[in-house]
């Protein structure tokens, strides 16, 4: 049966944010507004996640696309529970003390793989800093369950950098998905108060990891926009991001999800991001996808297909 557990209030959601100023949230442009979610196929699509017990970042980082990509039952799991050990300042996913993990959760994302039909899947998580591997074998897990599920099932995960993790990045690429991505999110310059948990090297180096670990999985990062970056700024982000190999750049526009969180600096015209997409090209990457309301699962399958397409059209030209 359907069940909507008790929502959190914002407070309990971003505790540790309770304590900063509001800043009010802007006006969207109307490139940005998107429709209210009312479709059948949205509302199946709720029911399984909630039948099943499952968290998606769709709803937990209240993606604006939630209408339609539900309506077409593309829904982005979000493994290792919903609450979260970092705080980054643009997110909207629960900030505190996680729950201990649930050994029958790579099972239930397997059957909702295989209810919901998917030819391509994203999968991805909180970050669990608690935990010695910081969620690697959860993650290892559902790769093995879809695959026993659904064999013809492409898999893309979306991980936390695994910072002071060992050797969580290289037994995860051992697991073999097909697309592994890691999102730098924003410039250098912006770390300490965007994503003041991470270092942009270090997920930079994950994702050239992978790629030396095994050169056959695609490599994929995205970047907000709008956070207060410079143009030149994202051109370094791209060339930093070919250094490593990565096959595939999302940029998208930054969302303020509460008074609470960053503010947005500004928002960026189509005009702008087709720019960004032309120069990306330009780069050497085998796909790019960049619009307002482009996020790192928006259109992965279909997204998915064009990078293979691309590999083998590089691969016949020698
Ligand atoms: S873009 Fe990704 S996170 Fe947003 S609704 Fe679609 S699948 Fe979910």
Redesign the pocket.
Known sequence: MEQDAPKKTREQRHPEKQRRPDSPIARKPEWIRVKAPTSPGYHDTRKLMRNLNLA???EE?A?P??GE??KVK???FMILGETCTRACSFCNVATGQPDALDPMEPARVAIAVQKLGLKHV?ITSVDRDDLEDGGAEQFIKVISEIRRLSPGTTIEILTPDFKDKGDAVEKVAKARPDVFNHNLETVPKLYPTIRPGARYFTSLELLNRVKKIDPTIFTKSGLMVGLGEDKIEIMQVMDDLRAANVDFLTIGQYLQPTPKHAPVARFVTPDEFKSYETIARAKGFLMVSASPLT?S??HADADFEKMKQAREALIKAG
């Open positions: 998606t970042v769709c980082a993606c696309n939630i990509c539900w593309h829904a982005t994203v996020r699962s928006y």
